[in-house]
């Protein structure tokens, strides 16, 4: 799963790096926000800084380091995500009633740990290097959960609280979308395991047939789902997979989850006005895929989204990251020889593969650094609370 | 409602002492504590303590205050319970994801409330008088439901967490139980609407005709409780009623609700052992129902059991409050005659008449001096997280 | 349970008379129709007919009768209702599911069980004989499921098919409603268990204080309740039980569960128009309870109701018999001093008495002979399918 | 969609015998067990009777046969199975309920219908011919779904009625089952719509890479899976993608679907011992899935399965028809290029393209000659009521 080994001095600076950038996306959030879980989807942020931290503590403290005392022999129970060969864990949808251990333990927690792991890095061997690796590669993961769960669980709340003061950068997309022409052919994806981290379902690399076909070269924006909506994009069914237009009448979806009338959205700032030129997020795949088909367009699969971003003769793509991710035609499947991570942390993505669709790119949610090329993302179809958008493609 | 009229400086007096009784009990817990919600039915102590400001924001204050200014708009909707008259509120079940306002901001909003309260007293008219004394007895029944909440919430913490530091006085019950013969007859019930509160659902005081019959002096322990378990009484259907042996089956029901194994149970305390001479509590009616069966015995009725509480030929009956709240054989309906109190508090209880049992006495977690020999305690007959339990009677 | 013992052949007669009008009943309905079973409440129109045979079969025949073979087995665990002393079941909710055994074997097992009984009855015990009068009353509750069953089934289907053929006599009320005046006292009511049967739940006879009051000479009528209907009583949260403006506005109630547009309505003669002057029906006791607070009345109870009955004070109260059942102010519980009859037959009526309330009178559907002035009829307050409306009191 | 087209006379020759066929599949079933509805994913057998027939009525008749009258116009609502594009319809859960139209009103339905369609088709023009082929395919999928709903619906009878007298052929597979080696490369699959009907989702043809594995000649047999769940496959979550060990907690499977104990089965044929040597089937993909890893191989995709079959180095491959589906590693989606059939049969595949696994094979209910090597069938993963087994591949 890991494939690049950074020298231990490096790896702590680093560790510091990512392990503070929880602590910012928390710090504006009172112990009562931290502690909201507003469905079972979704966990409080204190119990992402907790499961984080748990995360180095079984797999690399516990594991490797001679003297290590747990913090809290309950931990391992309270804060053990789905990981059944390290043993029974706390359900995930009773996650918010855990009013205690308070905030002030887990911060506790954060700090007993990083310390343990600072003074243990530079004693530690390759593979556990490679663990820890792996360890700030998740807690980026939960960062971007951090704010995906909280703006979910504001929104529950009438007084549509501020997740993130001053909000996000604006990210309104400059110009307009051009379709880029892509040769295809037998091309190869997935992640070569060199020069880098990679998880282990962008491996192994491999050859994948494509016919030509074009790609925008910007994801969709507001004003374009707009112009969906007015045209009654919502109650047209031959727009619709099956499972997708009963998903819009059993739960009367008119619009992405977070927009309200008058052009205004709940956002990790509040409740503001939409910005018309910036993509559109917060959608199901089965809106990006009837979005798509009333474009007279397509969703690209994951092959060509990676392929184009690489090929010379596409040029740049816009939106590949800070902007949202985009759902593709491809469903989250092993690739061909995958082998999952021995031990553990072999359940990390390989059972996961069933029932989800991939998403490319990369959002405004997502920590710097962290998404890349061959990076698969991956939700059920009816996943509405992520930043999730989408960008056009159409065959040749 | 109020047929007790204190002079404004006892009245003034007395609220003082109710709303330090209500932080008295939200003290050790922390704001994450305050804001746990573990089943609808539940509500959060900080909801506790704002709904029974609003209670008197909105009844006395807003109502009859000519200079007064809500201390927040949005509370009007946020901690209405279920008074249609007074407008739309938020969602029972969801009242866990209000992260915001936050504890600090109740305890606030009942500073504001209360020097406001205070300044107006003594001016209040008698009408606004009976309200504040509704306000408080509305917010003594609000104080056991801090601990029943809580209780429930920190029950499905894995850690057990101690609500209650130094927990509730023991309550074992001395003796052996006796019956004590009551000749009935036609008897008068109800309260009379003179000399102290009571609540509307007390009256109008009228006429029962009783058969003769027999009522135990103590509720049921723990120790008999334990021998019907033993005696397979959660496996016979013979001793229940239909839909309480679907709920046992459906449910898994093998002891009263905060039972463990090896004599625990969880308690406001935390996890203690069980006292086997204290009264057997957290159950539903359908298990007393079927306690009272195997027993060969009956639930009394609530004209039985108030009426022997006042029989001088009875004697005294232990157990009738700081013990457990008394299922009895009583569908929770209107007394012959019965009004709802005029305006929006004709809401307080009318509209609850169907679905519910009547409990008599008083329990460990009742404020003191809030029951009363003619007081109604109505619960849905599945309901197992107070402090219930019952007392025995039988047919002569 | 039975305080009539007819002779033999008297009973035998009895039996063929009420054996022959669940025939009747079944009649123009197809082996498809009868097997239909729309809710988990409703029953096939077969194993209504097949269930009142086992209840010959088990209680009668394989108890007292030594020669008797059953006729097949399987039936024994097939067609129990609810009698756990006797044995497991078939899952109640499923028994739409039994394609076989088919119609024209139910038949087959009622002819064979007639012959059977029969050629018993002349030996049958006392006690015996008993049992099958309880049978034969049961049978009778069944007559009027299999129409209720039915005509819900039929409601289900887009076709609208008629189940009695020429419909039921026309039942308009005739006049205006008058109240009478009853004064009450302390009044016997309940079944002296002499000259003729009356279930277990009728007794023991038991004296009640009545407050004086007013009891209308009539049930409420369809054009009232298009009244009601008209004035926004359903939109109306001051008119109802908080539990059932819930079900209002959840289930989307704005009229008796069978009215339809435009005058019309499902009934057992297909769709037609509905009788202004009819009794209105086929609501639920929240619909009953909001109507009588809309009207400024109330339910009477049931003790009113039935003492009324008997008062000659009050004369004669029209619509007790084949009009509809009349919700009442009571809930299902035991009469003071109720003990259920001895074996299993015990299991009848004494294990469902909580969470209904009682109605009186009796309806169109019900056979002829079989309610009377002591009749309990019960159902949870949320049930629609029944014949059941209301008659309206009014304390003096 | 249709690249056969067949001579009038010969296509008039085809439809009388596929036609005949579904008749003889209903033959032994009475009209009860024709209405039965046991879960909303089956449907009535009479209702595949009718649905296929309307598929006719409604595509061929009513849209090319200038005199046609609709046999009764209620049916347009009642047969249409999911056609948004045709109109509402029905509720699918709700089949089970449509006592009427009786069986026999079907069966008059089905031949009023092929009195018409065999006097038309001789004018029938090329398109029209185009859609009465389709609608024989469709016939022959409902054929299958006549015995896997009414195995499933018999299923939950606990007199376990035979569907099949004579039950279907035996099915051991013969021999040991043994690896075949594929070289893979860039092949070339789906239906090159020349030379025979196909279904539009088995096109268009297109070229996929494949890197060199082994696929198995034969199925797995019921005692290969014996072994797995002798060896704890159903309580090892290291075996079990995450959602199927869910899946397999939530439901507590244990077996596949029919299988009981002391080695017995519910079939088509009744209760009966199970063959060690048969393939095994009724299991969703999960048990698939796990069955696969904890054999130390995996699932073939849809393209190796389909290239393996026409490969001449792989040599044959048993079980392809006759025994069981096998489901295989591939989502079911859109072939490169694909594009729905123009109108309202464009519904018939494109609009169920997410959230289902793809099938390849074809079983012992499959008729005769419906299946071919480009056949794509599709369920979602956790479906158990098919006749759905899987075979093993492995990577080289």
């Known amino acids: 799963m890991d ?26 959030l009172s112990a009562e926000d931290q ?3 507003s469905m079972p989807d979704a966990s409080p942020v204190k119990w992402h800084r907790a499961h984080t931290t748990w995360f180095f503590e079984t797999f690399v403290l516990l594991a490797a380091c001679p ?3 747990a913090f809290d022999p309950a931990f391992g129970y309270l ?6 060969a390290v043993g029974p864990r706390h359900s995930r949808a009773a996650r918010g009633l855990l009013s205690r251990p308070g905030t002030e333990r887990i911060t506790a927690y954060r700090a007993y ?15 556990t290097r490679a663990l820890v690796v792996l360890g700030l590669q998740h807690e980026q993961q939960h960062q971007e959960l951090i704010w995906t769960d909280i703006l979910h669980g504001f929104a529950q709340n009438p007084m549509l609280p501020v997740a993130v003061p001053g909000g996000l950068a604006p990210n309104a997309l400059p110009g307009q979308t051009q379709y880029r022409r892509c040769a295809g052919g037998l ?39 707009t112009d969906f909506i007015d045209d009654g994009g919502y109650a047209n069914p031959a727009l619709w997979m099956a499972d997708g237009f009963a998903e819009v009448q059993a739960k009367g979806w008119r619009a992405p989850i977070y927009w309200e009338d008058d052009g205004m959205e709940m956002s990790l700032a509040g409740f503001v006005m ?31 989204f990676e392929f184009a971003c690489a090929d010379p003769d596409v040029g740049e793509l816009y939106g590949l990251a800070n902007a949202v991710w985009q759902w593709t035609a491809s469903a989250y ?49 009816a996943t509405r609370w992520q930043f999730a958008g989408l960008r056009l493609a159409r065959n040749i």
């Open 333 to 381: 499947l092993p690739y061909p020889g995958f082998a999952p991570a021995a031990g553990a942390v072999g359940e990390y993505n390989g059972k996961f593969m069933i029932n989800q669709m991939v998403l490319r790119g990369g959002s405004c949610a997502t920590p710097d650094g962290h998404a890349r090329r061959t990076y698969r993302n991956f939700f059920p179809p």
């Open 79 to 84: 804060f053990n995500s789905y990981y059944e």
């Open 35 to 37: 502690g909201l879980q």
């Open 274 to 304: 939409r910005d018309p030129a910036a993509p559109v997020r917060h959608m199901s795949w089965y809106e990006a895929d009837a979005f798509a088909r009333w474009a007279g367009a397509r969703l690209p699969t994951e092959a060509e």
């Open 187 to 225: 091309v190869t994806i997935g992640h070569d395991m060199a020069g880098g981290f990679a998880f282990d379902n962008e491996t192994p690399r491999h050859q994948v047939y494509l016919a030509p076909f074009e790609i925008a070269d910007c994801p969709v924006r507001n004003r374009d789902f």
């Open 67 to 69: 003297d290590y005392q």
């Open 113 to 127: 740990v990083d310390a343990a792991m600072l003074k243990f890095l530079p004693q530690a061997a390759a593979d």
């Open 3 to 28: 494939q690049m080994d950074l020298g231990a001095a490096s790896l702590a600076h680093h560790y510091c790096v990512v392990r503070a950038e929880t602590e910012a996306r928390a710090a504006p």
